[in-house]
């Protein structure tokens, strides 16, 4: 029997987030539905590869779906797991009914009709781009809506699972990028963040990220652009001028350094050192004083020192982080850095997980008192759980809590009254008259 309910379950990256919706619209288009409830016919478990954690989290939770009665949904393995396993994923779980890769999803329909008439479908290739023209468009749009424009990555740090489940680096064109992003303003739409797992390495035709960025800001309609995530390597000047030019495009750049430690940033492949990358820091400050710095962390790769650790607290201290994510190194089948020696005990990354996540939050915290008193504008997100409470967005991508009649959607000018570790309050000012 063909499914007429499902849910999809994304975990991981945003990009994930982002299929989730396409694969959602494309099962919308040929007459399935989102499901209410838990129970459904269908279940897309849209899964991350990056951390083994992430990674064995998949087949737990495919093992959850089975029923009291001892029935279940048709279930699909996606996303990177997918990629990753391949077939393999069929033997390690004998409940999986289809599994299809992240370039492979517009084909989910076909394998829901296989997979229903009994069949156990795989598709984990990889045709440039082709899935973009084969889904459906896009009618409506959160107020702040993703929209990939560039996928896989050429970096190859050795730690990383990302060239082989996402592929090479490619970018979809301009065109097609502008036609989504008017679909998405007209949808309702607000705010538009570019994905890309080196979004930042996006070309087509000539036209560079800060050319995208610059004719995206001519849509009306719109009235913020953001984008991640960046590799230092590819943050040229010219994108970062656009932080000082184009006003659409808000103050925050996440810009992942991984270590503190050139020595480590050599061994993880990272291309750039501590250096260049407040270098990058610099200029950008330069060039948009207020900018908000975000970056991720690795703690516990093969062979770092506590001295090295300790370089990694410094470049936190230096950059002033407005937020920063932190992990425990993983080691992960394929990568270089899987068979280094020196493998980091558990007891130790755990301390010094614990140690760089509370200076990061320390910075955060700092970060968000020091815009106590400021007067902004808000983009209002989503209800707050208190009755007439709204949740809205800074410039700074700080949760702002306000309390407004305004809906999901609206802009609210506010001042910012209160700094918490992970959200301010907001007073809502009266517009003042033009
Ligand atoms: N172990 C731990 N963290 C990792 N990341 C990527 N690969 C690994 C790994 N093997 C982190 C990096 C990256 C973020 C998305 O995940 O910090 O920027
Ligand atoms: Fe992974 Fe490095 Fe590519 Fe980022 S730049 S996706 S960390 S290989």
Not at 242 to 267: C, F
Not at 294 to 313: K, M, Q, Y
């Amino acid at each position: 029997m063909n499914p007429k309910t499902f849910k999809i379950k994304s975990f991981g990256c945003q990009m994930n987030v982002y299929d989730g919706e396409r694969m959602t619209e494309l099962l919308n288009a040929r007459g399935m539905v989102a499901a209410e409830g838990e129970d459904c016919d269908l279940v897309v478990l849209n899964t991350c590869h990056i951390r083994e954690k992430a990674a064995e989290k998949a087949y737990s939770d495919v093992g959850r779906l089975k029923r009291e009665d001892g029935s279940r949904p048709l279930i699909a393995l996606a996303g990177c797991v997918a990629q990753a396993e391949g077939a393999e994923a069929k033997r390690r779980s004998k409940l999986i009914d289809i599994v299809v890769g992240p370039q492979a999803y517009h084909r989910l329909p076909e394998m829901i009709a296989q997979a229903s008439l009994g069949g156990r479908p795989v598709d984990t290739d990889m045709p440039a781009l082709s899935k973009f023209d084969a889904l459906p468009k896009r009618r409506r749009a959160a107020p702040s809506a993703f929209l990939t424009v560039q996928e896989g990555c050429d970096k190859f740090c050795t730690y990383c699972v990302v060239p082989y489940t996402r592929g090479a680096e490619i970018s979809r064109p301009w065109s097609d990028i502008l036609a989504e992003a008017q679909l998405l303003v007209d949808g309702g739409a607000r705010e538009i963040v570019l994905l890309g797992q080196n979004v930042n390495a996006w070309r087509n035709e000539g036209c560079s990220l800060a050319d995208l960025i610059g004719k995206l800001a001519k849509i009306d309609a719109l009235e913020r652009l953001r984008y991640t995530t960046s590799h230092p390597t590819d943050m040229t000047d010219e994108l970062i001028s656009a932080h000082g030019e184009v006003e659409k495009l808000m103050p925050y750049l996440h810009l992942p350094v991984q270590a503190g430690s050139n020595r480590i940033l050599k061994v993880m492949n990272r291309s750039h050192t501590v250096e260049t990358y407040l270098a990058i820091i610099e200029k950008m400050r330069a060039a948009r004083p207020d900018i908000a710095i975000s970056g991720d962390f690795i703690v516990g790769f093969p062979g770092e020192t506590e001295e090295d650790f300790e370089a990694t607290l410094q470049i936190v201290d230096a950059v002033h982080y407005s937020s920063a994510y932190s992990f425990k190194y993983s080691a992960r089948p394929g990568t270089p850095a899987a068979a280094m020696e020196d493998q980091i005990p558990r007891d130790i990354m755990d301390d010094r997980l614990q140690r760089l996540q509370l200076k990061i939050s320390q910075h955060q915290l700092s970060f968000n008192r020091s815009k106590v008193g400021t007067d902004t504008q808000i983009l209002i997100e989503r209800k707050g759980r208190r009755n007439g409470q709204m949740i809205g967005r800074s410039p700074w991508l700080q949760s702002v809590h306000v309390e407004t009649d305004a809906a999901a959607g609206d802009m609210v000018d506010v001042t910012l009254v209160a700094a918490g570790p992970n959200s301010m309050t907001g007073a809502a000012r009266a517009r003042e008259a033009a």
